[in-house]
């Protein structure tokens, strides 16, 4: 069955940077788009970025342009998120994402704390 491990959050100070990871198992990785997801308390859950397959067309949400970068390497079945110069609005419960046959498949996810 479709499997997303996220690792790689906690807690760091505004400015500061993480590198989020999911690791993905159960489908054939290489060829699904794969996308990162937010929420934050009392808020909906928000796309961060988004990435297509073989890797080549990425799109992210309008708050996180210019400061995340997602990549994903396909031999490994991971897609990663780099998050640079951290706000704290970025604080939210970070999610790792498919959809296969219809289906969003969702991660556990992962906790950013962005605080001084």
């Known amino acids: 069955q479709v499997q997303l491990v996220e690792s790689g959050g906690g807690l760091v100070q505004p400015g500061g940077s993480l590198r989020l990871s999911c690791a993905a198992s159960?489908?054939?990785?290489?060829?699904?788009?794969m996308r990162w997801y937010r929420q934050a308390p009392g808020k909906e859950r928000e796309l961060v970025a988004g990435?297509?397959?073989?890797?080549?067309?990425?799109i992210y949400g309008g708050s996180v342009k210019g400061r995340f970068t997602i990549s994903r390497d396909n031999a490994k079945n991971t897609v990663s998120l780099q998050m640079n110069s951290l706000e704290p609005a970025d604080t939210a419960v970070y999610y790792c994402s498919t959809m296969a046959a219809g289906i969003r498949y969702w991660g556990q996810g992962t906790q950013v704390t962005v605080s001084s």
């Open positions: 990435i297509s397959s073989a890797g080549h067309s990425t």
């Open positions: 159960g489908f054939t990785f290489s060829s699904y788009d």
